[in-house]
């Protein structure tokens, strides 16, 4: 069998997402039933030789080598999901008087949802660091250009003044929480049972207390934080994760949108350090990382519907498709977040900005983009009906620098520096937002 998915459609991703792919899930379940077998190894349950040799079956070079991914897909469709078939196959590495210590009292449920949570723990941990070299290149980006003056737009149109800092600003605070949001997900086991009771860990262990320690040994040894219960069909874990990443994919989004938008040609006040060519236009340079990026944020809000419809959907004890349906879903998400991070962070260092481009910008209204600093200061002196004449000469192309100084009541003002769109920026967005940065 070949692979389904090698990225092909899905371009943003490829080269990134090798921590969320097959065999990182499959290297990912059997580390869940390993971390159950030293569990009852640490628990006084299993004999530390009895414990070796299970360890050497399910271990990274296994006697009968790596699960095979596209068999264990396959046999997967009669189960319904992977564990069972993936049971089949390492209880059949294991001497015969062994073969009830793999996956003992645990149910499918138990090894999926911790296998994902392995998966996420180090997808997300990967995702923080590409997120820091984005801040960093934005960080560099605000150090150089944050004083150039360049048009604010609103509803497409030229609005005020601002700076190329106050726009990376913007960039950054979405990135920066973003990065407090994912810092904030709990990636616990699950060791619940059949239906969330721990019934099987309890008569096994003779007890609710050894129970309970068995699910915190679990925990640990794969890599994840104790469950405080059975989190079956309270999806919170997965929800909550995919709520942070589509914050991430928004921030990102936003960066890239106003890359491709700024890197126009009518504007071209910004480009991509190596855009890609057209088949069929050898002249143009396209932003082909901002469109990645982008392409991964319009995604993720419809993955992460998924990921609550399928939690409110999570009927009983064990959801009949709700569950099953998340897990693409969340491996998707994973996927599109870690490949627009890396390219995010391609983009802000290799990110081009055309001061000239940015001061011509700034003066295709003639100086009317200080229109509102002028009414503020002009309206006083001359009255609205009056102001609203100069407007309308200016735009019919008179120059604005010299209505105004041809009004009587204007004799004190400095024209000049009134003009100047440098002088109407607003605060510097360093000190805009103190014990943020």
Do not use: C
């Amino acid at each position: 069998m070949t692979a389904f998915d090698d990225g092909l459609l899905s371009p943003v991703a490829t080269g990134f997402d090798d921590a969320v792919r097959d065999d990182a899930v499959v290297d990912a379940l059997v580390r869940a039933e390993l971390a159950l077998v030293t569990a009852y190894r640490e628990t006084g349950m299993l004999t530390d030789g009895d414990h070796a040799v299970l360890a050497v079956a399910l271990g990274k070079e296994p006697v009968g080598g790596p699960i095979d991914g596209a068999s264990l897909a396959a046999a997967s469709v009669s189960s319904g999901n992977p564990v069972i078939p993936l049971v089949a196959v390492l209880r059949d590495r294991v001497p015969e008087h062994l073969r009830l210590w793999i996956h003992r009292g645990a149910t499918s449920q138990d090894i999926v949802d911790t296998a994902l949570m392995i998966v996420a723990v180090s997808a997300v941990g990967r995702l923080r660091a590409l997120l820091d070299r984005v801040l960093a290149g934005l960080a560099r980006l605000e150090e150089t250009h944050g004083a150039d003056v360049v048009v604010a737009r609103t509803l497409t149109q030229h609005a005020v003044p601002t700076t190329v800092g106050t726009r990376v600003h913007t960039w950054t605070r979405g990135v920066e929480r973003a990065v407090s949001r994912l810092a904030l997900l709990e990636f616990p086991a699950q060791l619940a049972g059949a239906a969330g009771t721990r019934a099987s860990f309890v008569q096994i262990t003779g007890s609710v207390a050894g129970a309970q320690a068995l699910a915190a040994s679990f925990a640990r040894h794969a890599g994840l934080e104790e469950p405080e219960g059975s989190w079956q069909v309270s999806r919170w874990p997965i929800t909550e994760m995919g709520d942070a990443l589509v914050q991430t994919l928004d921030a990102l989004g936003k960066v890239a949108t106003d890359v491709a938008t700024l890197s126009r040609t009518e504007i071209g006040e910004m480009a991509e350090g190596a855009g890609g060519g057209s088949s069929a236009m050898p002249h143009k340079s396209n932003p082909v990382e901002s469109t990645l990026i982008r392409s991964a944020s319009l995604r993720a809000p419809q993955l992460a519907a998924t990921l609550h419809l399928a939690a409110a959907q999570a009927a009983d004890e064990r959801p009949d498709g709700a569950w099953h349906a998340e897990w693409p879903t969340l491996r998707e998400m994973l996927r599109l977040a870690l490949g627009a991070s890396a390219h995010a962070g391609s983009l802000v260092e290799g990110l081009r900005i055309d001061v000239a481009a940015g001061t011509r910008n700034l003066d295709l209204t003639g100086g009317l983009v200080i229109t509102e600093r002028l009414a503020i200061v002009l309206e006083p002196l001359i009255g609205r009906a009056r102001f609203d004449d100069v407007q309308s000469a200016a735009r019919s192309g008179q120059d604005l620098r010299s209505l105004i100084r041809a009004l009587p009541e204007a004799n004190d003002l400095d024209v000049d520096a009134l003009l100047d769109p440098a002088r109407y920026v607003g605060r510097d967005p360093a000190s805009e937002f103190p014990g943020e940065r």
